[in-house]
């Protein structure tokens, strides 16, 4: 199984990105699928999860500003992040659970003050 993450970079404070992460498998044969980040000398921290019945999970601090989706049609899952902050800078990694978990490539978003 693998994990295709893209769409990180540079964006001022206020911009917009939106994070893809394209599956090898079907996106129904995950249990969850969703967005993790890790700061520098910070732990990695959920971001936003989408189970394989749609329930969405945000962490509180990107409540209302990012949302998570995914089309099945591509085996793709997207984190569209609206209203980005500079302590949204981080390395972005893509998430699935099948029998086990499954880690993208992390992809860098830099907010810039």
């Known amino acids: 199984v693998q994990l295709q993450a893209s769409g990180g970079g540079l964006v001022q404070t206020g911009g917009s990105l939106r994070l893809s992460c394209e599956a090898s498998r079907s996106l129904s044969r995950f249990n969850v699928m969703g967005w993790y980040r890790q700061a520098p000398g910070k732990q990695r921290e959920m971001v936003a999860t989408?189970?394989?019945?749609?329930?969405?999970n945000y962490v509180d601090s990107v409540k209302g500003r990012f949302t998570i989706s995914g089309d099945n049609a591509k085996n793709t899952i997207y984190l569209q992040m609206n209203s980005l902050e500079p302590e949204d800078t981080a390395v972005y990694y893509c998430y699935g659970q099948l029998w086990t978990n499954y880690w993208g490539q992390g992809t860098q978003v830099t907010v810039s003050s």
């Open positions: 989408i189970s394989s019945g749609g329930r969405t």
